[in-house]
């Protein structure tokens, strides 16, 4: 069955980078595209990012936009956030989400990986 | 940018029909999918394409569209269906993918 499993999530000083993954399987991974949504502690969910099944196409919520980069590896079956100048409001728990029939639904979740932001 | 909007919470009894609403300019016009999460879980999703169930969700989980205003109905709610639910549409004009504020369904 469909399992996405993130990690790279910790503690980082404001400013800072961290890398998150999310390793994908049970599905032909370079055949859909996928999803970076996260939530803040007691909020609800946020968009974050999208990339195409062949990585051409990318997308990036206003947020995040030009310090975020979604990657992916389809030989490693692996997506990752390269997350770059982060901020305290940046702290939350990041999902990778595989897409449905179309990428306009994000029909399988993996657990999750929080990130903290703080000095 | 497009934005949704739902009630924070919604309270019903079990065996009764809850209601969540998702509000927007037009929505009829978008294709609406609804999330369920659960404390400390992932968000699963319940309906897609207004009405559409995915494979293992209950008959009870249904959906509307239309106007400028998504509905997620849940009927003979069950204790375990206490949760909190979020719309989700495609914006085409930002190519942005936007998440309604989310409503905590309260199984009195």
């Known amino acids: 069955q469909v399992q996405l499993v993130e990690s790279g999530g910790g503690v980082v000083q404001p400013g800072r980078s961290l890398r998150l993954s999310c390793a994908a399987s049970g599905f032909t991974f370079s055949s859909h595209a996928m999803h970076w949504v996260r939530q803040a502690p007691g909020k609800g969910l946020e968009w974050v990012a999208v990339i195409s099944f062949d990585g051409t196409n990318k997308y990036y919520a206003d947020s995040v936009k030009g310090r975020f980069t979604i990657s992916r590896d389809n030989s490693k079956n692996t997506l990752s956030l390269e997350m770059n100048s982060l901020r305290a409001e940046d702290t939350a728990v990041y999902f990778c989400?595989?897409?449905?029939?179309?990428?306009?639904?994000?029909?399988?979740w993996g657990q999750g990986t929080l990130v903290t932001v703080s000095s | 940018s497009y934005v949704l909007t739902q009630p924070p919470s919604v309270s019903v009894a079990p065996g009764k029909t809850a209601r969540i609403t998702c509000g927007g300019k037009?929505?009829?016009?978008?294709?609406v999918h609804w999330y369920q999460q659960k404390p400390g879980q992932a968000p699963v999703l319940v309906i897609s394409?207004?009405?559409d169930r995915p494979s293992g969700i209950p008959e009870r989980f249904s959906g509307s569209n239309s106007g400028n205003t998504a509905t997620l109905t849940i009927s003979r709610v069950e204790a375990g269906d206490e949760a909190g639910y979020y719309c989700?549409?495609?914006?085409?004009?930002?190519?942005?993918?936007?998440f309604g504020g989310g409503t905590k369904l309260t199984v009195l």
């Open positions: 989400a595989r897409v449905g029939s179309t990428w306009y639904v994000l029909s399988y």
């Open positions: 989700q549409v495609w914006d085409s004009s930002s190519d942005h993918w936007v």
């Open positions: 037009n929505i009829g016009n978008k294709n």
């Open positions: 394409y207004d009405n």
